[in-house]
């Protein structure tokens, strides 16, 4: 298996064409588990690492930033000299403490989360530090001016956005250049064939700009593996039951139109003799605006079947019969 690279928008960074997500590190999966999907990743090819300072998902702030230290505890184990060999994205912006102002994209929280940031993954720069989602109340120049501080200082090497409209990027990325500020050079959006609503705008915003597309969820919080039926109640422990996420995850996917859209995705991964989770990567790969999915794991071998997706070929007849499955998904989630 060869996992090919790429270069992350118009920058000079070369990175792997599939990178790893770490969201369940440190609640639903244990430290040793986590180290292993690290191990695996790694060895494979991968060498994006993505994660964000409230991460776990499903926890609350008081176990925000678990997941950096995992990371960084793995990241020592490793050795100084091969803190080079990876790119390490971290994220803020969701709440990670107990006073107000320890959330959002003001300048005191993010010249405040980076340092605590760097401490947790024990290095001094991070390679992608990217602004986990909008903040309304902050002026969008004062979240620049502090990422270009970030910048500057060598805290970060480069800047991305992560579930941002495509008209607030546009605008970010306008309001950068016009005050010179570092520029946004990645954005992070959820993408899957059971949700494809960025291709409307966001994708072809990235185009236009030359952005990178790093995009999460490609296998639709793992409803794109085959895994659950129709019917039945999630397992526990997964993306559908942790906290409030897992509201937000049935929210998302757990209705009807998503099953028997999955039952006939299924159908076509047999027919073609391949794991739907293999397909439904490869499809997101197909896309020439992507850049590198985010893939995912509880358990290692769970990345058997998604890192396969770098070698397959998916056949443009296949792809075609995807994209016309699951072209209402380009208009919209389903009703609520």
Do not use: C
């Amino acid at each position: 298996m060869s996992i090919p690279t790429t270069r992350l928008g118009r920058t000079g960074l070369t990175m792997s064409r599939l990178a790893l997500g770490t969201m369940t590190f440190g609640l639903q999966t244990d430290e040793a588990v986590s180290h292993q999907i690290l191990d695996r990743a790694t060895e494979a090819g991968i060498n994006f690492l993505d994660t964000a300072d409230v991460y776990p998902l499903g926890g609350t702030w008081e176990t925000a930033g678990r997941t950096e230290e995992i990371i960084g505890r793995w990241l020592r184990a490793k050795g100084a000299s091969r803190r080079s060999e990876f790119i390490i994205a971290t994220k803020a912006a969701n709440k990670v403490g107990p006073q107000s102002w320890d959330q959002g994209n003001s300048r005191k929280h993010l010249l405040d989360a980076i340092d605590v940031s760097l401490k947790r993954l024990q290095t001094d720069y991070v390679d992608l530090y990217q602004l986990h989602h909008d903040d309304r109340e902050t002026p969008l120049d004062e979240s620049l001016e502090a990422l270009d501080v970030i910048v500057r200082s060598g805290r970060a090497r480069y800047i991305g956005v992560s579930n941002f409209l495509a008209y607030r990027l546009a605008r970010a990325i306008g309001r950068a250049e016009l005050h010179k500020l570092t520029r946004v050079v990645s954005v992070q959006p959820r993408y899957s064939l059971l949700f494809r609503e960025i291709e409307r705008e966001l994708l072809p915003l990235a185009a236009e700009e030359g952005l990178g597309v790093i995009p999460y969820n490609p296998l639709a919080g793992g409803l794109l593996t085959g895994k659950y039926k129709a019917g039945a109640k999630p397992e526990d422990n997964t993306r559908f039951t942790l906290g409030t996420a897992g509201s937000m995850y049935q929210d998302r996917y757990w209705n009807e139109r998503s099953f028997a859209t999955v039952a006939q995705l299924h159908k076509l991964a047999d027919e073609a003799g391949v794991p739907l989770a293999t397909l439904a990567v490869a499809w997101v790969m197909a896309n020439p605006l992507i850049t590198a999915p985010l893939l995912g794991a509880s358990r290692p071998e769970q990345l058997d079947a998604t890192i396969a997706a770098a070698d397959y070929k998916l056949d443009p007849a296949l792809k075609q019969k995807l994209d016309e499955l699951t072209a209402d998904y380009r208009k919209g989630d389903a009703p609520r």
